[in-house]
């Protein structure tokens, strides 16, 4: 299951997590960052975190770990940097998911290299897509 925190990502999740409950499966959340430019704040913490998607990133997937693990569903996280639909791919690959989960959000577009088109046409899984727009 793909996730970034969006409102959208939010549907996913919760589309996955109930097919999770129903397979007595685990649920594994997919992170990808993208990292800026270098750009470093002073030694504090707080503006290190803002300016790091890293680390964004993984304080929502542990949150969103927490509430599935709330719901009964056992679940862990990967994340990785990159393209997000190629890194799905390669982290969907990595953990041999049976089901890819992914919010529609892009499928509108036509270009080549939105996020649901990418994860579709080369996941080595099936591909739920749930409709959040």
């Known amino acids: 299951m793909g996730t970034d ?4 990502a939010s549907e996913a999740v919760n589309a996955a997590t109930e097919i999770a409950r129903r397979f007595e499966a685990e649920l594994i959340l997919l992170g990808v ?3 800026g430019g270098s ?3 002073p030694d504090d913490p707080e503006l290190q975190w803002a300016s790091s998607p890293s ?5 929502i997937l542990e949150r969103t770990e927490k509430e599935v693990r709330r719901s009964g569903v056992e679940c862990r996280t990967l994340t990785d940097e990159g393209e997000p639909g190629e890194v799905l791919v390669q982290l969907a690959e990595a953990c041999e998911a049976d089901v890819l989960v992914i919010g ?4 509108h577009r036509r270009v ?3 996020v649901p088109n990418t994860v579709t046409h080369r996941a080595p899984c099936s591909v739920f897509v749930v409709k959040t727009t």
């Open 5 to 8: 925190g969006s409102e959208t």
């Open 33 to 35: 960052f993208q990292e």
């Open 39 to 41: 750009a470093r704040g």
């Open 112 to 114: 080549l290299g939105s």
């Open 104 to 107: 529609n959000k892009g499928m």
């Open 55 to 59: 680390a964004r990133l993984r304080e």
